[in-house]
């Protein structure tokens, strides 16, 4: 039935819109919280699709904006992929201490969860 092709072409395209605009609400809130000294941290969020990555990033970004284009990019390509699993991580062994116990007192405690739960509850 054409009608009903066109309902889960519609369903599809809206479920993967969503997933696109979680991921980047994700990867905005961490890289804008993130404790800034020399841009690492920031520049270290990374989003991928279909499987995580291994890789850190040594050019520092302390503004944030090229980290947030290129990762923009990167789930912006994902639009063809039906029900896209995107990864925004930060592959930094002192990523979680900071965003998450407040090791840094310019990224307040629990950062990383309550961004999580903040994408979840949209």
């Known amino acids: 039935n054409t009608r009903e092709a066109d309902v ?3 369903l599809d395209g809206e479920v993967n819109k969503a997933i696109r605009e979680t991921a980047i609400y994700v990867e905005n809130e961490l890289v804008r919280q993130a404790a800034v000294d020399k841009g690492i941290l920031r520049a270290n969020f990374v989003a991928s699709v279909g499987s995580p990555t ?3 990033i ?3 970004d302390k ?4 980290t947030l284009n290129t990762a923009i990019s990167v789930i912006g390509a994902s639009k063809s992929v039906k029900y ?3 990864y925004v991580q930060n592959n930094l062994p002192y990523a979680y201490r900071i965003m998450e116990t407040g090791y840094s007192g310019q990224t ?3 950062t990383l969860s309550l961004t999580i739960q903040a994408a979840v509850n949209i």
């Open 108 to 110: 307040p405690p629990k």
């Open 63 to 66: 503004s944030g904006s090229s």
């Open 84 to 86: 896209p699993t995107i």
């Open 54 to 56: 291994s890789s850190t």
């Open 8 to 10: 889960t072409d519609f």
């Open 58 to 60: 040594e050019s520092p």
